[in-house]
């Protein structure tokens, strides 16, 4: 949509059209007529319910991650891990369909596969959240955690990757945007923590696989000892990370917390990287690897939301000032 009234067609010709109700009805027959006459490939459905949840299927979970990274489909079913997240998300919306009573038969594999055909595709919801729409896309993260709720899943991949929307905070109360804001850069430091153990497994894997001077290059001490220096940089990280989010649970505003987590994550992140880099040799600086471009995507992090710099200013404005930490407090 380009503007009111203002609708650009790029690619697609077929429409499904049907009743709530599944039984077909003289204005819906009308309507297929209509449309067909106007060049469109109209179908009636007598499933309409099962159509649009089949839809949805694909779309829940391809779209907002479309959005967040401002990839293509190619690029995000090309990688392993998010290719692997989202069949895992797909896996528990059929099982919410099926609870409500709309089942659906196709794997998730053959979803990627049929996919994977229409090529380096940018869907409606990355055009919207790179133009006028971004705001509306963003309000609409929490309705796929409703939706997981309300079905009772088993599964709840569905939270692994969402943006709080502002509704999520009471109004009302004096801290109320506050802490919204402190929740908001929670989740910015929270998201880079699976890439950069993306770099990491493709390094130690790479340590194994290869050999040097008679031996797998992760058995060199220098080697070894930089794979040993990741592992606790990424449990050092995770431990930051779950504190902050338990301060947060006890709806206080953690700004000492987020800001220790921030910067905590974002230099260890950034160690982590730099040693697979050097671990992976000539292949960590070219697109042989995942990892060169996790290096250079991993740079900003210790500029967005706050350099390290100004949480370090911060925390030691709340040292001097004698203030105590919540779990101290607690």
């Known amino acids: 949509m380009e503007a009111p009234g203002v609708i650009r067609h790029h690619q697609g010709n077929g429409l499904i059209l049907g009743e709530a109700t599944g039984a077909p009805r003289v204005r819906t027959e009308s309507l297929v ?45 090309g990688d392993d891990l998010v290719r692997g997240f989202v069949t895992k998300v797909m896996l528990e919306a059929k099982e919410i369909g099926a609870r409500f009573g709309i ?4 794997a998730p594999e053959d979803r990627h596969a049929v996919t994977l055909q229409l090529g380096a595709m940018k869907t409606s919801m990355l055009q919207d959240d790179r133009g006028a729409g971004r705001r509306r896309v963003r309000d609409r993260w929490p309705q796929v955690v409703h939706y997981g709720r309300g079905g009772r899943s088993s ?19 004096d801290q109320s945007r506050h802490r919204h804001r402190a929740r908001d850069g929670f989740a910015q430091h929270m998201l880079p923590r699976r ?18 001077f008679g031996q797998a290059l992760g058995e060199h001490e220098g080697v070894g000892f930089m794979l040993a220096d990741n592992e606790m ?3 050092v990280t995770r431990l930051s990370i779950w504190h902050c989010a338990w301060v947060l649970d006890q709806g206080v505003l953690g700004k000492h917390e987020s800001s220790i987590a921030k910067v905590v ?52 404005r709340r040292i001097l000032r004698g203030e105590k930490p919540h779990a101290e407090n607690g």
Do not use: C
């Not at 106007?38 to 007598?46: E, I, K, N, V, W």
């Not at 089942?103 to 196709?106: K, L």
């Not at 599964?155 to 905070?169: C, K």
């Not at 600086?285 to 967005?304: L, Q, W």
């Open 233 to 235: 940089d990424l449990h």
């Open 103 to 106: 089942p659906i038969e196709q």
């Open 33 to 77: 007529s209509t449309f067909s006459g106007a060049g469109f490939d109209a179908t009636l459905s007598r499933r309409i319910q099962r159509d649009v949840w089949f839809k949805l299927w694909g779309n829940m979970t391809m779209n907002p991650l479309r959005a967040i990274t401002s990839a293509t489909t190619d690029r995000i079913l």
């Open 265 to 316: 994550s974002s230099e260890a992140l950034w160690r982590v990287v730099d040693r697979s880099v050097q671990v992976l040799g000539g292949q960590g600086v070219t697109h042989e690897t995942v990892v060169a471009r996790i290096s250079a995507d991993m740079r900003a992090f210790r500029i967005y939301d706050g350099p390290s710099q100004v949480h370090r200013w911060s925390i030691a």
């Open 195 to 212: 890439p950069r153990r993306r770099a990491n497994d493709v390094a130690t894997a790479h340590a194994r696989q290869r050999h040097a």
């Open 155 to 173: 599964r709840h991949h569905h939270g692994e990757v969402r943006r709080r929307s502002r509704h999520d905070v009471p109004r009302g109360h």
